[in-house]
């Protein structure tokens, strides 16, 4: 893929001069009005989405990370020679505020064992990032909020989908900022070869929902800049306590093969 996104449309500037967090401000959702579904994937080729995989610079599909095969999007690792924590994100090249986004997926094998043990299994799709031009090479996850997808493991413990979590964010739970990195979902377990349902409703800095399978499984408010776990970033970036209206959508890659397919959006009204 390319380097650049064909993007038409004027960006933000915030913090300091000339620094980028958010662009396409301009092209965000028309106030007052609802669109009707489209899709983001258009099953054929990721021309609308850009790459940015740890210790490379954005536009770099290492190893062909993100592919598209039998109308999926599809993460694997077959050309990696070792997984070196190259944790990688797809991006759309749209920003959204206020949307409702639906979408499948389902784990693949196999999972990489020279990448940490807590990735097996786990994947999950980004909202409200930073845009990956604004990564440095070595920024290892985005600034953003995450939509958590798991599977169950070979112990057989129960291991909820559909949880949060919060690389360089915070968000509001139970009427206060919730110190962990992960919160999770009230969903049941699910096995790793089931293609499930799932859907995030998005307000905004307002209100987020998850749902997975039907079943709201998970609500907060106030996503908003802060806390740890992503590294490398621009500090000038990380403005903590900045709500996050809106942002970037990225597909993960953490070393678990994934399978992503029916991905559909739609305009809510502010």
Not at 71 to 88: A, W
Not at 205 to 211: A, G, N, P, R, Y
Request: glycine residues 8%.
């Amino acid at each position: 893929m390319k380097t650049s996104f064909p993007f038409k449309f004027a960006l933000l500037f915030i913090g300091v001069s000339n620094t980028l967090f958010f662009s396409g401000c301009a092209s965000l959702q028309n106030r007052g009005e609802s669109s009707s579904w489209h899709s983001l994937f258009n099953g054929k080729d990721i021309n609308d989405w850009t790459v940015k995989i740890h210790h490379h610079e954005v536009g770099d599909n290492y190893g062909q990370t993100f592919r598209v095969e039998d109308k999926m999007i599809r993460v694997k690792y077959d050309q990696y020679d070792t997984f070196n924590n190259r944790y990688g994100h797809l991006y759309h090249n749209t920003p959204y505020s206020h949307f409702h986004l639906k979408m499948e997926y389902r784990f693949a094998e196999p999972w990489r064992k020279d990448a940490p043990g807590y990735t097996e299994l786990n994947s999950g799709i980004m909202f409200h990032s930073q845009d990956p031009r604004t990564m440095r090479k070595e920024q290892d996850w985005p600034i953003s909020v995450e939509m958590q997808f798991l599977a169950q493991l070979a112990d057989g413990k129960p291991r909820p989908t559909g949880n949060m979590c919060s690389p360089g964010t915070d968000v509001v739970f139970n009427g206060k900022i919730d110190p962990r990195h992960c919160i999770n979902s009230t969903s049941k377990t699910y096995q790793k070869d089931e293609w499930i349902k799932a859907e995030l409703i998005v307000r905004g800095s307002e209100m987020v929902t998850h749902i997975i399978n039907g079943d709201t499984v998970l609500r907060y408010t106030n996503p908003q800049i802060g806390g740890g776990v992503a590294n490398n970033y621009d500090p000038e970036i990380k403005i903590d306590g900045k709500l996050l209206d809106n942002g970037f959508i990225a597909l993960q890659s953490e070393g678990q093969p994934i399978d992503f397919r029916n991905i559909r959006i739609r305009r809510l009204n502010r």
